[in-house]
């Protein structure tokens, strides 16, 4: 553009242009959705799942220590990773969350 008044009829082009845009039109009514309910029954002498609460009984360490060092490298931590936790659920069994590496 070689000078500002074109610069401005330019500016002023785009101004017609989004002015001449059409809108949509209103959304229709949808119907309302239905409220809905789960229901559970629990069972006492049930094998499957964990009941809660969960009480923590043990929790074993790796005997490898890891080192984390901040981004600036001034500030190191040392630190053994958990490898197991051992908890007991409201009925009494023990339930074992293992971690991994991978």
């Known amino acids: 553009m070689a000078n500002s008044a074109e610069l ?3 500016l002023n082009q785009m ?3 989004e002015r001449a845009r059409t809108r ?3 959304a229709g009514e949808r119907p ?5 309910m789960g229901v559970g029954e629990a069972s006492a002498d049930d094998d499957t799942g964990i009941a809660s609460p969960l009480s ?3 929790r074993t360490y790796s005997a490898t220590v890891q080192t984390i060092t901040s981004a600036d490298g001034l ?3 040392d ?3 958990v490898t197991d936790i051992a908890m007991v659920d409201a009925q009494g069994r023990v339930v074992d969350f293992v971690y991994t590496d991978e």
């Open 8 to 10: 401005i009829r330019a």
């Open 15 to 17: 101004r017609r242009q």
């Open 24 to 26: 949509l039109g209103v």
């Open 32 to 36: 309302a959705i239905a409220a809905r």
């Open 56 to 58: 923590e009984n043990a």
């Open 75 to 77: 500030f190191s931590l």
């Open 79 to 81: 630190y053994a990773p």
